[in-house]
C-alpha cells in the first residue's frame, strides 16, 4: 500500500488507485471492473418489489434495486453487458458489523472478489447504538475508517455516499425513550458530516445521496407515498431515481440541468454526432443556434446524429423543446427510447421530470441531415 501525507489521527493517507472516470473507460473497453455498493437495508433493496435480503459473500438477486439498475443503465450507455454493479446491502446493519465482514464479503471465495471500488454507505441505524451525538460520531467515525483502510490494504479504492433521505422529523412515540436520535437530522447531521469530513481528508469521491433524495422527496411530481411509502425505504420509483443519480456521477457525459439550458453541436458532452466538416456555423445567427446541421448526404439511410443524456435536477418539470431547419421532414427524436415525431422547425414534446433522460436524434430514411438542438425550461 502506497502511503502520503498524514491523516488527523497519526495514520497515512493512502494514494488513490482507481476514479470514476477508470471505471468507465475500462467499461467503454468492454472489461468487468465491478463497482459495489456496500451500506443497509436502503441499498439492499427492502421495499423494491421482488427484494430478496442479501447474504454475505452470495450474489445478490434483487432486481429492483438501485445497484442492479444503475448496472441496467450503465451498460445500455457503455455497449458493455460485461461490467457488473454489485448490491452489497445488508438490511439492518451498521458501520461496525460492516467491518467485521469484509474479507468474507469482498475477498476469498466472495462473489464479489474481484471489486475494484467500494461506495460505503451506513449510518442510518448506526443512531440507534449511541447515547449522544459525540458517541455516535465517534463510533461512526473510527468504524467508516476502519473500512476505508480496509479497502486501500487489500487494493481496493473506496469512496462514499451520504445516506438516502427519510421521512423521520421527529422520534417515533413508541421510541422516544429508547432511541432519542431517531430522526433524519441527527443522520444528516452526524453520519453524513462525518462521511464528508472523511471525504475531504482522505481526498476520496463523495456521492451526496442525501443531498439528492431530498431534492427528490421535496421537487419531484411522485407523491412521498410512491417514493417512500414506509418513510424509511426507497421503493422501485426512488431506486430508479438512486440509478440515475449514481450514472450521472460516473457518466462524464451526463449533462445536469437545474433550469433554462440550450443544447446542441457546441455543447461539449453530446456524443454519437456528424462528422464536424458537416456543421454549419453562420456569421450572423437568425435564432438561438450558433452551431446546427444542415447537410446532404450520399445515402437514405437513417443515420443517428446526436445523443444527450440529461439529469434534471430543478424544482419543476422542464419542458422539452427540438428544433430543426426546414430542409427535411424525416428528422426524429427518442426521448428515454420512445420515438417522437417533429412537428415542424419548433416542436414542444412536453415536460421532463427529475432524473435521467436520453435524448437521441436520427435522420430518418433521408438523404438530408437536419438539426439545430434542444432547449429546456
Same mark, same amino acid.
Given at each position: 500500500?502506497?502511503?502520503?501525507?498524514?491523516?488527523?489521527?497519526?495514520?497515512?493517507?493512502?494514494?488513490? =488507485?482507481?476514479?470514476?472516470?477508470?471505471?468507465?473507460?475500462?467499461?467503454?473497453?468492454?472489461?468487468?471492473?465491478?463497482?459495489?455498493?456496500?451500506?443497509?437495508?436502503?441499498?439492499?433493496?427492502?421495499?423494491?418489489?421482488?427484494?430478496?435480503?442479501?447474504?454475505?459473500?452470495?450474489? $445478490?438477486?434483487?432486481?429492483?434495486?438501485?445497484?442492479?439498475? %444503475?448496472? +441496467?443503465? %450503465?451498460?445500455?450507455?457503455?455497449?458493455?453487458?460485461?461490467?457488473?454493479?454489485?448490491?452489497?446491502?445488508?438490511?439492518?446493519?451498521?458501520?461496525?458489523?460492516?467491518?467485521? @465482514?469484509? +474479507?468474507?464479503?469482498?475477498?476469498?471465495?466472495?462473489?464479489?472478489?474481484?471489486?475494484?471500488?467500494?461506495?460505503?454507505?451506513?449510518? #442510518?441505524?448506526?443512531?440507534?447504538?449511541? $447515547?449522544?451525538?459525540?458517541?455516535?460520531?465517534?463510533?461512526?467515525?473510527?468504524? =467508516?475508517?476502519?473500512?476505508?483502510?480496509? !479497502?486501500?490494504?487489500?487494493?481496493?479504492?473506496?469512496?462514499?455516499?451520504?445516506?438516502?433521505?427519510?421521512?423521520?422529523?421527529?422520534?417515533?412515540?413508541?421510541?422516544?425513550? /429508547?432511541?432519542?436520535?431517531?430522526?433524519?437530522?441527527?443522520?444528516?447531521?452526524?453520519?453524513?458530516?462525518?462521511?464528508?469530513?472523511?471525504?475531504?481528508?482522505?481526498?476520496?469521491?463523495?456521492?451526496?445521496?442525501?443531498?439528492?433524495?431530498?431534492?427528490?422527496?421535496?421537487? $419531484?411530481?411522485?407523491?412521498?407515498? !410512491?417514493?417512500? *411509502? /414506509?418513510?424509511?425505504?426507497?421503493?422501485? #420509483?426512488?431506486?430508479?431515481?438512486?440509478?440515475?443519480? =449514481?450514472?450521472?456521477?460516473? !457518466?462524464?457525459?451526463?449533462?445536469?440541468?437545474?433550469?433554462?439550458?440550450?443544447? +446542441?453541436? $457546441?455543447?461539449?458532452?453530446?456524443?454519437? !454526432?456528424?462528422?464536424?466538416?458537416?456543421?454549419?456555423?453562420?456569421?450572423?445567427?437568425? /435564432?438561438?443556434?450558433?452551431?446546427? @446541421?444542415?447537410?446532404?448526404?450520399? +445515402?437514405?439511410?437513417?443515420?443517428? =446524429?446526436?445523443?444527450?443524456?440529461?439529469?434534471?435536477? &430543478?424544482?419543476?418539470?422542464?419542458?422539452?423543446?427540438?428544433?430543426?431547419?426546414?430542409?427535411? *421532414?424525416?428528422?426524429?427524436?427518442? @426521448?428515454? &427510447?420512445?420515438?417522437?415525431?417533429?412537428?415542424?422547425?419548433?416542436?414542444?414534446?412536453?415536460?421532463?421530470?427529475?432524473?435521467?433522460?436520453? %435524448?437521441? @436524434?436520427?435522420?430518418?430514411?433521408?438523404?438530408?441531415? /437536419?438539426?439545430?438542438?434542444? #432547449?429546456?425550461?
Amino acid at each position: 500500500m502506497n502511503n502520503r501525507n498524514p491523516g488527523s489521527d497519526g495514520a497515512r493517507i493512502p494514494q488513490r =488507485i482507481y476514479t470514476f472516470n477508470d471505471a468507465w473507460t475500462e467499461w467503454l473497453q468492454g472489461n468487468k471492473f465491478p463497482i459495489a455498493f456496500f451500506g443497509d437495508s436502503t441499498v439492499d433493496g427492502v421495499n423494491t418489489a421482488e427484494w430478496v435480503g442479501n447474504t454475505v459473500g452470495a450474489d $445478490s438477486t434483487s432486481p429492483n434495486s438501485f445497484a442492479k439498475k %444503475l448496472e +441496467d443503465i %450503465l451498460r445500455k450507455g457503455t455497449n458493455n453487458e460485461t461490467l457488473r454493479i454489485y448490491n452489497a446491502g445488508f438490511s439492518g446493519q451498521v458501520a461496525s458489523w460492516a467491518a467485521t @465482514v469484509l +474479507d468474507r464479503e469482498f475477498s476469498g471465495t466472495s462473489a464479489y472478489r474481484d471489486v475494484k471500488m467500494i461506495g460505503i454507505g451506513f449510518g #442510518i441505524n448506526d443512531r440507534l447504538g449511541y $447515547s449522544n451525538e459525540k458517541a455516535y460520531r465517534d463510533g461512526f467515525k473510527k468504524h =467508516i475508517q476502519e473500512i476505508i483502510y480496509w !479497502c486501500y490494504f487489500n487494493q481496493i479504492q473506496p469512496f462514499l455516499l451520504t445516506t438516502q433521505a427519510i421521512v423521520q422529523p421527529g422520534v417515533m412515540t413508541e421510541y422516544t425513550k /429508547d432511541y432519542p436520535m431517531r430522526t433524519s437530522e441527527h443522520i444528516q447531521s452526524v453520519a453524513n458530516e462525518v462521511k464528508r469530513e472523511l471525504a475531504d481528508e482522505f481526498r476520496i469521491p463523495l456521492i451526496d445521496l442525501n443531498k439528492f433524495t431530498e431534492m427528490f422527496l421535496l421537487y $419531484s411530481s411522485h407523491s412521498a407515498q !410512491c417514493i417512500i *411509502s /414506509d418513510r424509511l425505504h426507497f421503493g422501485d #420509483i426512488g431506486h430508479q431515481y438512486e440509478a440515475e443519480l =449514481i450514472f450521472t456521477h460516473l !457518466c462524464p457525459r451526463t449533462i445536469m440541468v437545474d433550469g433554462y439550458t440550450k443544447i +446542441d453541436y $457546441s455543447s461539449q458532452s453530446v456524443s454519437d !454526432c456528424v462528422p464536424e466538416d458537416w456543421l454549419t456555423m453562420p456569421a450572423a445567427p437568425t /435564432d438561438s443556434f450558433k452551431v446546427y @446541421v444542415d447537410y446532404v448526404k450520399q +445515402d437514405l439511410a437513417d443515420m443517428k =446524429i446526436m445523443t444527450a443524456w440529461v439529469f434534471i435536477n &430543478a424544482k419543476k418539470k422542464l419542458t422539452l423543446k427540438v428544433y430543426k431547419g426546414s430542409s427535411s *421532414s424525416d428528422t426524429y427524436i427518442k @426521448v428515454n &427510447a420512445v420515438t417522437k415525431a417533429l412537428t415542424g422547425t419548433e416542436t414542444v414534446l412536453g415536460q421532463l421530470d427529475m432524473g435521467l433522460h436520453q %435524448l437521441e @436524434v436520427f435522420t430518418g430514411p433521408s438523404k438530408m441531415v /437536419d438539426f439545430k438542438g434542444f #432547449i429546456l425550461d
